[in-house]
């Protein structure tokens, strides 16, 4: 049986015992920034616009007037939060079944993006939406016809998923 060496940690001298040198870098560090010029955006006038990767709102892609979820349920499956519900029903289209209830609770939604991960038709992603108010409770409960936006609204994202699962 053979014994694996085990790496020592180097000795610290007297001043790295105090750690003065890590304090005196955290410190000039918090200087730099401190004065730095400010940045305000102006936020109702001057809007955000986020990249492609950006998490906002989950919506469901609609694609010739059609939405692309086939009512698999593995986006509910994989939610941690378990903030979505889906029921599927079958259709004489090409695709076998549809979503005829599809909604998600936004108050325990976490943008994880576990959902917009594992569907197969990449019906379900994560939109550019970052403005989201609620006046009840109910209202936070969007189903499809407030998750539905048309397939070219979401070129950057759906690009972006293209080109992420090609790496």
């Known amino acids: 049986m053979k ?32 004065f730095a010029p ?11 616009e986020p990249l492609g990767s950006y998490r906002g709102r989950p919506v469901l892609v ?9 009512a698999c349920g593995l986006c509910s499956r994989v939610c941690p939060a378990v903030a979505i519900e889906v029921q599927a029903a079958e259709t004489a289209d090409e695709k ?3 979503p005829i209830l599809f ?10 993006g576990y959902c917009e991960e594992v569907c197969p038709e990449e019906a379900i992603i ?3 939406d970052y403005e989201l108010t609620f006046s009840s409770r109910e209202t936070a409960i969007y ?8 397939k070219e609204k979401l070129t950057n994202q759906l690009r972006f998923l293209i080109e992420y699962r090609n790496i």
């Open 3 to 34: 014994i694996d060496k085990v790496t020592k940690r180097e000795k610290l001298n007297f001043l790295e015992k105090l750690y003065i040198p890590e304090i005196a870098k955290g410190l000039t560090l918090s200087l730099k920034y401190m």
């Open 38 to 48: 400010k940045f305000t955006r102006q936020y109702p006038e001057e809007r955000w």
């Open 62 to 70: 609609e694609e010739n007037g059609k939405e692309r979820c086939v």
């Open 96 to 98: 076998e079944r549809y």
């Open 103 to 112: 909604e998600i609770n936004m108050l325990r939604c976490i943008y994880c």
């Open 126 to 128: 994560m939109s550019q």
């Open 143 to 150: 189903d499809k016809s407030k998750l539905l936006v048309p």
